[in-house]
């Protein structure tokens, strides 16, 4: 398998002290492109007649990558390493989201009007009428993100305290992409009626709730229940928002080749919660023909080990992976890393769409398959066409929030997906630009205006 690229997850910084000498500090810049490492900058800390120090900060590609970076430096003579950080451990040092109020308390008076006595008449306003506790309160603008740990990422089953820098990282994003407050809710329970309870209990707080890495098939039942339950948007971004992203990537890829979503012969390996809802929304979308694969092959009637979820999407013909992909038009991977040869991609049909999303390493690299496929899209932000959650749920959550929508629809999906596809219009579509990039400022209103617009036709509205 080809070395993934060098990139930003795995970032050192070295601060080196060598002598003050001319070449010096090219030899370790050498030692290092050697070694394989990408320069991102190089500071000067302190400059004397005899020595300089260094802050260098390198992309590697892995752990044990960064290793091999950190000793071709300590080769190289007279040069001395101070101190080795690993700059993403640097980032989620102490968490990265706080609580902050909204106002100061100064006098008094402010005193009394935001707690005791003046918040008794707050509180007897809400017990008078419930529906101002969305105006007065942070209810109206606040998410809960629920995690039982069981799939993580693509680590699997890490439990509730490993779960929490995903899910703190996913609050954040809520606060920079829509300036929603969300916060980390990580349960110490794996029971699906255990989390459902749960959720429930604590729904006075949150004007939402985002269900996130929750296993299959535990997460479909827990998503319905709260759904049929509550009267409060409930997503499970690990299938949704995949889904929204890869039909609005797909959308776009189609147009390059020419071809529709209705005639195309669409592979999908992963049968998990993205895989089944990846499977549904394109067949609302109008896709036809769906040949979806799990570890042991094409999902068929002639199976007798399928959920129901996987029932619903099974087909007449069985065999492999490798049988489903001859002649398709579009492979859409949400498995596991290397699972599809250059051999594979080469028997789908003339020009294949593959999004291998599986992270952090794709189904396929692209560098094995590049002269082979029109369209290329993975997970990872150092290739073209990320497709990335962060593109959906902050603007769906936005939009459900806004317009007060008491659940969010398949029909809310879709158009949020279609929203997404039509920021990057025609003259600017290629084949490595089909989505926009998540720091694109216009994602997030285009998406939530689409899910007012879909909230609003469908009359799921509170008064």
């Not at 606060?175 to 699906?192: S, V, Y």
């Not at 009267?231 to 890869?246: K, L, N, W």
């Not at 040869?341 to 396929?364: L, Q």
């Not at 596809?421 to 998406?447: G, H, K, M, W």
């Amino acid at each position: 398998m080809t070395n993934l690229n060098p990139n930003s997850s795995y970032s050192l910084s070295l601060t080196i002290e060598l002598p003050n000498i001319p070449g010096t500090l090219s030899n370790v810049t050498q030692a290092i492109a050697g070694a394989g490492g990408s320069f991102e900058q190089i500071f000067l800390i302190k400059h004397t007649r005899t020595i300089t120090q260094r802050e260098i900060t390198v992309d590697a590609s892995s752990e044990g990558h960064a290793e091999e970076i950190v000793a071709a430096v300590r080769e190289i003579p007279n040069v001395k390493i101070l101190k080795v950080s690993d700059r993403t451990f640097d980032l989620h040092s102490k968490g990265k989201i706080t609580v902050t109020s909204r106002i100061s308390i100064k006098s008094k008076a402010e005193l009394a009007m935001a707690y005791t006595p003046g918040v008794g008449r707050i509180c007897n306003a809400i017990t008078r009428d419930y529906s101002q506790v969305f105006n007065l309160t942070i209810k109206q603008n606040t998410v809960a993100v629920v995690t039982d740990g069981s799939a993580v990422l693509g680590l699997g089953n890490l439990g509730p305290e490993a779960a929490l820098p995903v899910m703190e990282g996913k609050a954040m994003l809520f606060k920079e992409f829509a300036d929603i407050n969300a916060f980390p809710i990580c349960l110490a329970t794996q029971d699906t009626e255990e989390i459902i309870e749960t959720v429930k209990r604590i729904i006075p707080v949150f004007g939402g709730v985002n269900l996130e890495d929750i296993a299959a098939p535990r997460c479909f039942e827990i998503e319905r229940r709260l759904r049929q339950e509550l009267e409060v948007p409930i997503f499970h971004d690990d299938q949704h928002g995949t889904a929204i992203v890869s039909l609005a990537a797909l959308i776009n890829a189609l147009k390059i080749v020419k071809k529709s979503l209705e005639t195309v012969r669409i592979v999908i390996n992963g049968a998990g919660a993205a895989g089944i809802a990846i499977a549904a929304l394109l067949r609302t979308a109008g896709a036809t023909t769906i040949l979806l694969c799990d570890s042991k092959g094409l999902i068929s009637h002639s199976r007798t080990d399928l959920t129901p979820q996987k029932q619903e999407f099974a087909v007449d013909i069985s065999g492999s992976l490798v049988d489903a992909m001859q002649g398709a038009d579009v492979f859409l991977g949400v498995s596991a890393p290397g699972v599809v040869t250059p051999e594979m991609i080469k028997s789908m049909s003339s020009e294949p769409i593959v999004f291998a999303m599986a992270n952090p390493i794709p189904e396929i690299q692209p560098e094995l398959v590049n002269d082979d496929v029109a369209v290329m899209a993975t997970g990872r932000s150092d290739y073209p066409n990320q497709i990335n959650n962060v593109l959906a749920f902050p603007g769906i959550f936005r939009g459900a929030l806004d317009s007060h929508a008491k659940t969010i629809t398949e029909y809310m999906c879709l158009e949020a997906a279609k929203a997404i596809a039509s920021l990057v219009n025609t003259s600017q579509l290629e084949r490595e630009y089909i989505i926009p990039s998540v720091f694109d400022e216009r994602v997030c209103q285009a998406v939530a205006k689409a899910v007012c617009r879909a909230a609003r036709q469908d009359k799921i509205i509170s008064e």
